[in-house]
């Protein structure tokens, strides 16, 4: 690891990485004033670059609310060099390229990765935008239409609706509490300005060489980067501006104390506790309020969360600070509430001002913040890798906020104990300086939120009674699971092998020391013959499963702090055990987590809790995202076993703690285990934990008796699908399913996915207009191959958005039957190298196998198949393929606003058989 320093100025300035980071650095300075930063990765198998510019929605003009992000979208739509507003997605979809982009309150970033060998040419289009957009006037009016289907999209989004109810109750004059996103009514034309005119010196007024700060990863040399950047970025407008500052409190002293309510969509009671503050950003340092962060919301026992959950009230709370402004911030405590805790807000307040309190007096101690130092130093020390667009993300925003050298660690530094300081943050966590808000579904009110038409209303402020706090509370003890261990005992990485191999158990281990961290993953999967026969079987699984995770919580919760995770995820072969984290200390964790299954007492007190939070989960799915429900909807009817969420609810209503007990006890007598440890351990220590797993377990059934999952067919076009859907837009997942299952099958349709993508989004996006999320893609189930293509539209209907499609797929048949082999050679080179890319994080590796173990492809090559299958198309095999493709029924999926749901009654089973 080395850094280096290049810039006009002269300046003087060294990156400081991680002790175990492997890559080069090197800080630019341009002669425009631009700021660049040079990362030489030579383990990356992809390149990435992020535009930073220190604006946002914060700094809208006050007559068009929402024009930084409308600014954010026509940037793409075309430079002097390259007017076609579709060239930049076609470039990248051609070499396996991703790019994307996102308005924040003080930053807009853009962001894309592709092959390295295409960098170059990527970086000659991404540069443009930033030289010389052509923000073409032809473009505006569709364009506007973009952003508000993107508004309409998220117009029940509950974090959209309580956030535009709780800025109703901040300083108005505060840009963080205006309109962001933009609709049809903020953007156009004025009589005194056009929304071009208006776009056009918004662009000139903050877009800047001094307000922008760029990030290129790749596996280049620092000298080639550091060319490409002068080559393509030189150019960037230098016009001497300075980066903004917001000068308003966020709410002003005579606001508080307040309380307010607002309504949720979904079935979610929470209560919000938010305290005016400084924004940490200013001691990064020393981290202060992260210190208080971690105490306010400790969970283990004693916590103000474990005492309100003994009492019925709360099922999780989270603090940290939000809405910070480079000034002000807030310091947010949220509390996901049970329906009985809504009742009881004056005692939970007054039980958390008794907490804080308690922090007070005795919590702000140098062993708990050198404790919370020393987890962090070991992030750090072993951070894990980031993909290059991902990374070149995070440093182009850091770079607008901390000092050039510290931009890799200041998240994680923590310099001293400062009490003072620390205090100085406590002095304002009081009663009079507090605003309450409690969303649930039950709340009414006169009053609505101007963009999200959300209905709220102010409460009495609460007295703060501190009679009224609970008793039990109590401050967390050292945390015992923190790793003292951290030495590496693998240099390499050996072949992923069976260790041990019965009937009833098999256990692989793939060891290695590649990652440079002293980390493990576990998976483990207890697999019962009888998981997928009944909707009950199932949903009990996914009852057990929660209830394993919630009733270890608490004492779980310093094993998370200390970067030891634990989840279990039910699926309809039974329930898969996870456990990630350091090596030394896990296996306190996986013995807590196997005796708690084995002989954990199941309290009807826990198994009431995840009971009502599976009931609230499933309940609250027709208000997910559409494009979601309509993939989920897919998904339930294609893969069996596996049941709609209707047919879950109706079978929750029927389980009884008793039942639960009973069924554990019968799941657990008979059971295939299956396990998979992957990163830096010994064979030696994976088989004793593997002798561990089945002396507990006591496996008794063979894999051989564990049903398969089925992919279903069909052998005729059914009729529509309709998920139940409270979403007021419309929705279209268009599902092309290919028959056969061989490798060659699967590379075609691979390829076919990689093609169509981006003159799908195009045509249907860029060029229609009918909505915000558009996409085309390759997706498999299991291994049957298949094609998506989605459309979300706040203005179109079904009926539309079919005709679209198909009239764009009539004209792709002439694109494919028209293709050569070399118009095909970028795309299969784009599809091998994304099948084949080196893991760049142990979890990735981990994912990994044991998907393939679980199809049973134990070579672990299977990815290495399909590359080589992928390379040896050709032009006539994608077009026999696509021609086999369009004669196959067609399985739609949609929403319509007002029109009844009809999945409950599987209009689709009729037509279904199983593949061969």
């Not at 007559?63 to 002097?80: I, K, Q, S, V």
């Not at 390259?82 to 970033?109: E, I, K, M, S, V």
């Not at 134990?858 to 086999?884: C, I, M, N, P, Y």
Request: aromatic share 8%; glycine share 6%.
């Amino acid at each position: 690891m080395t850094t280096k320093t290049s810039s006009s100025n002269g300046q003087d300035i060294r990156i400081i990485p991680g002790p175990g980071d492997s890559a080069d650095y090197q800080a630019l300075t341009l002669d425009n004033g631009l700021q660049v930063l040079l990362v030489h990765d030579a383990k990356a198998e992809r390149a990435g670059a992020a535009m930073n510019v220190a604006t946002g929605s914060a700094f809208n003009p006050e007559r068009f609310p929402g024009l930084a992000h409308f600014l954010e979208h026509m940037l793409f739509l075309g430079t002097d060099l390259y007017p076609d507003p579709n060239d930049y997605q076609q470039f990248l979809g051609a070499h396996g390229g991703h790019h994307n982009a996102f308005t924040a309150p003080r930053d807009t970033n853009y962001f894309f990765d592709i092959a390295p060998e295409a960098f170059a040419p990527a970086l000659t289009r991404f540069s443009r935008f930033f030289v010389a957009p052509t923000l073409d006037e032809a473009y505006v009016e569709r364009e506007r239409h973009a952003v508000n289907a993107e508004y309409q999209a998220r117009l029940q989004d509950d974090g959209r609706r309580i956030e535009d109810a709780l800025s109703q109750a901040l300083n108005p004059a505060h840009p963080y509490n205006h309109f962001s996103i933009g609709n049809l009514d903020t953007l156009r034309d004025l009589p005194e300005q056009t929304l071009r005119d208006a776009l056009v010196a918004f662009h000139e007024a903050h877009y800047d060489a001094n307000t922008m700060s760029l990030a290129l990863i790749g596996p280049q040399s620092l000298d080639t980067l550091s060319a490409l950047a002068r080559e393509h970025f030189s150019e960037v407008p230098d016009r001497g501006l300075t980066r903004r500052t917001i000068d308003q409190p966020l709410i002003l002293d005579e606001q508080l104390p307040t309380a307010m309510a607002a309504q949720s969509l979904d079935q979610q009671h929470q209560v919000r506790f938010l305290f005016p503050i400084p924004d940490p950003e200013q001691d990064y340092r020393l981290k202060p309020v992260s210190f208080l962060s971690h105490m306010i919301g400790h969970e283990a026992p004693g916590s103000l969360l474990a005492c309100l959950r003994q009492r019925g009230w709360a099922d999780g709370l989270s603090a940290g600070s939000a809405r910070g402004d480079g000034h002000r911030a807030l310091l947010m405590v949220n509390i996901e509430l049970t329906p009985q805790g809504s009742e009881h807000l004056e005692e939970i307040q007054a039980a958390l001002m008794a907490w804080i309190d308690l922090i007070r007096e005795r919590g702000v101690e140098s062993w708990r913040y050198d404790e919370q130092a020393r987890v962090v130093e070991q992030q750090f020390r072993f951070q894990q890798r980031q993909a290059p667009a991902q990374l070149a993300t995070a440093l182009s925003v850091a770079m607008a906020r901390y000092p050039l050298q510290e931009v890799r660690r200041a998240g994680f530094l923590m310099d001293g104990f400062d009490e003072r300081r620390i205090h100085d943050y406590l002095d304002v966590l009081t009663p009079d300086n507090l605003l309450r808000l409690y969303n649930g579904p039950e709340v009414t009110g006169e009053l609505r939120s101007p963009w999200f038409d959300t209905p709220w209303q102010y409460q009495p402020a609460s007295q703060g009674q501190r009679e009224t706090a609970l008793e039990g509370l109590a401050l967390p003890q050292a945390n015992a699971f923190i790793a003292r261990d951290l030495d590496m005992i693998n240099d390499g990485s050996t072949e992923t092998r069976c260790l041990l191999d019965t009937p009833e158990l098999d256990l692989w281990l793939h060891a290695t020391g590649a990652f440079g961290a002293p980390r493990v993953e576990w998976r483990i999967s207890l697999q019962s013959p009888h998981a997928g026969e009944r909707v009950q079987q199932l949903v009990m699984t996914e009852l057990l499963a929660r209830w394993l995770e919630d009733s270890l919580s608490d004492a779980l919760y310093p094993a998370r702090l200390a970067g030891q995770g634990m989840s279990a995820h039910a699926h309809a072969r039974g329930m898969t055990l996870s456990f990630s984290g350091w090596r030394d200390r896990q296996e306190l964790v996986m013995t807590q987590v196997l005796e708690q299954l084995m002989q954990g007492e199941m309290s009807t007190h826990h198994i009431q809790r995840v009971r009502r939070s599976l009931k609230r989960r499933w309940q609250d799915e027709p208000g997910s995202a559409l494009h979601e429900q309509l993939n989920r909807a897919l998904l339930q009817s294609l893969i069996t076993p596996s049941w709609t969420s209707e047919a879950r609810l109706a079978a929750l209503e029927e389980i009884t703690p008793e039942t639960l007990r009973e069924f554990r006890r019968q799941w657990l007598g008979a059971l295939h285990v299956q396990a998979l440890a992957t990163g830096d351990t010994s064979a030696e220590h994976a088989r004793e934990l593997g002798e561990t797993l089945r002396a507990r377990l006591s496996p008794k059934i063979a894999l051989d008796a564990i049903p398969e999952l089925k992919v279903l067919t069909a052998r005729a076009t059914p009729p529509l699908l309709r998920p139940q859907s409270r979403r007021g837009d419309s929705g279209m997942l268009y599902y092309l399913q290919g028959e056969g299952q061989t490798l060659e099958d699967q590379a075609r349709l691979a390829i076919l996915g990689q093609i169509i993508s981006a003159p799908f989004f195009n045509q249907l996006r860029t060029e229609q207009q009918l909505g915000y999320v558009v996409a085309a893609r390759y997706q498999p189930l299991i291994e049957t191959p298949g094609l998506a293509l989605l459309v979300q539209s706040p203005d179109h209907d079904t009926t539309t958005l079919r005709l679209r499609i198909e009239e764009f797929l009539a004209g792709f048949d002439e694109t494919v039957m028209g293709m050569e082999d070399a118009e095909i050679e970028a795309y299969q080179q784009a599809v091998a190298e994304r099948l084949v890319e080196r893991e760049q994080r142990l979890g990735q590796i981990t994912a990994r196998l044991w998907q393939e173990l679980a199809h049973g492809w134990t070579g672990f090559d299977r990815r290495e198949q399909l590359a080589e299958a992928v390379k040896r198309q050709r032009s006539e095999h994608l077009q026999g393929a696509w021609q086999a493709l369009r004669s196959r029924p067609v399985l739609v999926a949609g929403s319509d606003d007002g029109i009844a749901a009809n999945i409950v009654d599987a209009p689709w089973q009729p037509f279904l058989v199983t593949t061969p």
